[in-house]
């Protein structure tokens, strides 16, 4: 009787190969070389800027910029809307309707310190925050399929340079008293337009899964992530310490700056894709159920090919295929097809973006909000906030460039050399993370004073462990020519989430900001258990079709 192990393994090389790509005799030792280096007879030579071959820390430095410009924004915004809205009033849309009076041009400073100010600011920053996610719900998806075809590095500058020039309006805003404050607005849907930031993380994570090797990726998705959170903790130090000495306005001059310094290291770097698979994903593919399809009307073909019928006459299959049902089509719409034996379950993908979906709806509600209840209930300054931010950010530092690979290096044997049980042990930290996520919004919660939020930018930055391997799963679930539209789809399952999370959270805090302030966390804390429970259910499945197997 044959190994199970040796099968097992059998299996898994022919299934690193790329669906489809003619030659299925190709040998796990070519397959290794092919993903590893994007160099190959026919591909690319690199320019003479850049001596190196395209590696994935190559694209480490495009996300921890993007990190640096978005750091300061995420803790300052709050700032800059209460200094405007004390200026030139409550916008129309966001005035306390039970008030008498506009609120407008007000000199008096508890009035700004009001909640009336504080809600109208949470609605302000919430439905700014969700139209820009409603562009780029639309747009991510494509930008990603985009660059399968056109290649990483051309559609990250057209990322970058939206971003330069929607971080621009503020300054326009901010100087010229008479435009409206809705233009804040409209460079957020510009910034959205070219994908926004969660376009980039889509990007830059198939950047690096087109130069690694499915065993390395979830540690390698951590360090990607790792160069983020190490933007965003850098970035919002030096916009406190900017603010605190040269005013809140500087640091909204700093960004574009920072912005532009991107899109120059973006011409830099080499494509990760060669001309050669470039060309291989620029042709119409077919999925696993097509091809069985055209197979099985060959030999019917050939088997009656010296019968007396005419060869001009069609042949039918012998075979009749099952038509799939709606949902199959939906779902095949939404989501490319597993590999065979690697990850467990039938709806397991789809069920994994829904699980990304809700945590992020929560991480994004919670996150909105944090900085404008600090700012309201513990009247924590512009600078106050910017460290807050900064030491969150490089704790995730910490967990996912210290902890993930030491976890990853206590993962079983069997786990490092079967992609079956490699993404069984990254289900069981996936979960892990997500439980840390649900006691970091408790924490947020029930905190008596604002120093809390520290603890919790602790066991939220061992939460954030989630993310990279909810993409090393994904990552090693698909053929590789699939990549770019998996992280594509996951990307838009989570600009679906930024398009709720913002003005719905907003919403619950402004409706129970006098009675009950922390019940935005409570809920949040109740959203993240509920990914969990998804995500419990595909660990179960997958546990199940192992056993299976065995």
């Known amino acids: 009787m044959d190994d199970p192990e040796a099968v097992a393994a059998a299996h898994d090389a022919q299934e690193s190969t790329p669906l489809l790509r003619g030659d299925i005799t190709t040998t796990n030792n070519n397959d290794r070389r092919q993903e590893t280096s994007p160099y190959d007879d026919d591909g690319d030579t690199p320019k003479w800027y850049w001596p190196w071959p395209a590696a994935y820390w190559a694209a480490i430095p495009v996300i921890f910029l993007a990190g640096v410009s978005v750091g300061p924004t995420m803790a300052l915004t709050a700032p800059l809307l209460k200094k405007l ?196 994903n620029n042709q119409p593919t077919m999925t696993n159920s097509q091809s069985q399809a055209t197979l099985i009307a060959v030999d019917s073909s050939n088997s009656v090919g010296s019968n007396n019928i005419s060869s001009r006459q069609p042949v039918k299959p012998t075979t009749t295929l099952r038509q799939p049902s709606w949902v199959d089509r939906v779902i095949r719409l939404c989501v490319p097809e597993q590999l065979p034996h690697r990850l467990g379950g039938k709806y397991s993908i789809i069920m994994l973006m829904f699980t990304c979906f809700f945590t992020l709806m929560s991480v994004m509600g919670a996150m909105y909000q944090s900085n404008i209840y600090l700012q309201y209930k513990f009247k924590w300054t512009g600078t106050e906030l910017s460290y807050l931010g900064s030491i969150q950010g490089l704790s995730r530092l910490v967990s996912l460039t210290v902890l993930l690979p030491l976890i990853k290096k206590l993962a079983p044997s069997r786990a490092k050399t079967n992609p079956a049980h490699g993404i069984k042990f990254d289900l069981k930290v996936m979960i892990m993370g997500l439980w840390l996520e649900a006691l970091t919004m408790l924490i947020y919660a029930v905190a008596p004073i604002g120093e809390y939020f520290y603890v919790g930018g602790a066991t939220g930055a061992i939460g954030s462990l989630f993310f990279p391997a909810t993409r090393g799963i994904l990552s090693q679930s698909v053929a590789p020519e699939m990549l770019g539209k998996t992280l594509g789809t996951l990307a838009t399952f989570e600009s679906l989430a930024a398009v709720i999370a913002p003005t719905l959270y907003a919403w619950i805090y402004a409706l129970t900001l006098k009675t009950h302030p922390s019940l935005v966390f409570y809920v949040a804390a109740g959203v993240v258990m509920l990914a969990s429970g998804l995500a419990v259910f595909v660990a179960i499945a997958h546990r199940n079709e192992l056993k299976r197997r065995a």
């Not at 000199?107 to 996610?133: N, P, R, W």
């Open 85 to 280: 809205f004390c200026e030139r009033g409550i916008p129309d849309l966001f005035k306390d309707k039970n008030r008498d009076h506009a609120l407008l041009l007000s000199s008096d400073e508890k009035d700004c310190e009001s909640s009336e100010y504080s809600a109208a600011i949470a609605k302000f920053a919430g439905v700014f925050a969700s139209l820009t996610s409603v562009l780029v719900t639309l747009t991510v998806r494509y930008w990603n399929s985009l660059s399968d075809r056109i290649g990483r590095r051309k559609t990250m500058l057209i990322w970058a340079c939206g971003t330069t020039v929607s971080l621009t309006f503020p300054l326009l805003v901010y100087y010229n008293k008479g435009m409206s404050l809705y233009f804040i607005w409209v460079g957020g849907m510009i910034e959205g337009s070219a994908g926004s930031i969660l376009c980039l993380i889509a990007l830059v994570h198939s950047y690096a899964a087109d130069v690694s090797s499915p065993e390395q990726r979830t540690v390698v998705f951590g360090r990607m992530m790792a160069g983020w959170y190490t933007g965003l903790g850098i970035g919002s130090a030096i916009g406190g310490m900017v603010a605190k000495k040269f005013g809140l306005i500087t640091v909204f001059w700093m960004l574009p700056i920072i912005a532009f310094i991107n899109v120059l290291y973006v011409l830099m770097i080499p494509e990760s894709l060669t001309a050669a698979k470039l060309a291989g």
